[in-house]
């Protein structure tokens, strides 16, 4: 009789596996972040050491004296470019931040904490970003250089110096997608909610 009127309850079998759908859907959405900033904090501390332990050396004969080769050896440092110091200092950061975050999440569940760590997230997405960007300038023009100033290119030279500098740009503009990801996750978490009283 309860099913010609639509009366009967679901089996306690299906209703037990819906309940561990949706915690498991509840757990992965409070493991997102989580995972967004170790993964952020990661890429960051790579670009960060690579860049800094980035060097190497290139040996070219500059004169003949007589029959004996006179050389000179030159050094390719992230030091030499305010740009890559720039770059290094900002991932550097942004690895320490996305850290100390993760250690202390239990700390900065009350709401303004976490409006405080959304705010600071804008801070870091964007010093990740001028970093990154400033850096990839001058990537560019040392792959490249520029005919107009007569600047050579030196990774003709340097081919591993610009090749490691390559990961780590290539590792700190993904740690800038996902302090992206982090930013709008936090904003809509931290968004209003909509009032359901009056329908």
Not at 94 to 120: C, E, F, P, Q
Request: proline residues 4%.
């Amino acid at each position: 009789m309860d099913l010609e009127h639509g009366n009967k309850k679901p089996s306690a079998p299906a209703a037990t596996s819906a309940c561990t759908l949706l915690q498991l859907r509840d757990r992965l959405i409070t493991l997102q972040p989580i995972v967004l900033r170790a993964a952020a904090a990661l890429t960051t501390a790579v670009a960060a050491a690579v860049m800094a332990l980035n060097t190497q050396s290139y040996t070219a004969v500059v004169a003949i004296v007589g029959t004996r080769p006179l050389t000179q050896t030159f050094t390719a440092k992230f030091r030499d470019t305010p740009a890559f110091v720039y770059f290094v200092i900002a991932n550097a950061i942004a690895g320490v931040y996305n850290m100390v975050v993760l250690v202390m999440r239990r700390l900065l569940r009350r709401r303004t904490a976490s409006l405080v760590v959304h705010m600071l997230d804008m801070v870091i997405m964007a010093l990740l970003a001028t970093g990154a960007a400033t850096a990839a300038s001058m990537a560019e023009l040392g792959k490249n250089g520029n005919l107009h100033a007569r600047w050579n290119p030196i990774c003709d030279r340097f081919g591993s110096f610009c090749n490691r500098g390559g990961i780590a740009l290539v590792s700190s503009f993904i740690g800038v997608a996902l302090m992206l990801a982090l930013n709008l996750l936090s904003a809509a978490a931290n968004a209003p909610q909509p009032n359901m009283a009056g329908q």
